[in-house]
């Protein structure tokens, strides 16, 4: 069946950890997509891509990084994590002529 | 800038009674607006967008333009409709998306 995933859903890392949140979908969708999202806050973009080798930052400034090798693949790195970083992270995906977004379950990442 | 707002954390209806959820937005340009809900312990999906004008669950939000609006209303709420509403607005052929911060919207027996 055609979905979204995310890896791991939940994460606790000590300050200073590289972190990989993976996010795949076999949606066969060329755009994907990473959102932040505090807790009661808005989802906030910061990172999309339109397809292989395609990547942009949002307009919320993060210091993570994102790669697009494989179309299904659209992991997200933080080399040092911080606390700062503590938030929920969702992914989602699209087709190029399409509006409606598809969500992952989401990773809740603390860093303490 | 903040795009989208959405100036209530919390509505509380009780059941069959109407509801209307706010949504304000700030953009220059055509705008492509849409709502998403989170239903508990699932994820973030369509509800409907704007341009379809389409009813959804009974749901129906009508973009206006001169109160940059476009708020979701349901004329009688059901239980099964307590969730959360995310209003979002999409520019730059929807590369970039907005999102508000969320209602939630709980739906009393």
């Known amino acids: 069946e055609a979905d979204i995933y995310q890896t791991p859903r939940y994460l606790v890392i000590g300050t200073g950890k590289k972190i990989t949140l993976e996010c795949s979908q076999t949606?066969?969708?060329?755009?994907m997509y990473w959102y932040q999202q505090d807790p009661g806050m808005e989802l906030h973009l910061i990172h999309y891509s339109y397809g292989v080798n395609s990547t942009e930052k949002g307009d919320l400034s993060s210091e993570s990084t994102v790669s697009r090798i494989r179309t299904e693949h659209f992991p997200l790195t933080l080399e040092s994590a911080r606390p700062s970083h503590t938030s929920q992270y969702l992914c989602a995906s699209s087709e190029p002529s399409f509006y409606e977004q598809y969500f992952g379950p989401g990773t809740r990442l603390t860093v303490t | 800038a903040q795009r989208v707002t959405q100036p209530e954390k919390l509505l509380s209806v009780f059941k069959g009674a109407p509801v209307e959820l706010k949504c304000n937005y700030s953009?220059?340009?055509?705008?492509?607006l849409f709502w998403y809900v989170q239903y508990s312990r699932q994820r973030l999906q369509l509800l409907l967008r704007h341009i379809s004008r389409e009813s959804i669950k009974g749901f129906t939000a009508d973009l206006n333009k001169g109160e940059t609006s476009f708020h979701l209303k349901k004329p009688f709420a059901q239980e099964e409709d307590s969730a959360m509403y995310y209003c979002a607005l999409a520019i730059y052929n929807f590369n970039k998306f907005y999102f508000g911060s969320g209602t939630k919207l709980n739906v009393k027996p």
């Open positions: 949606m066969g969708h060329d755009k």
């Open positions: 953009y220059s340009g055509s705008p492509e």
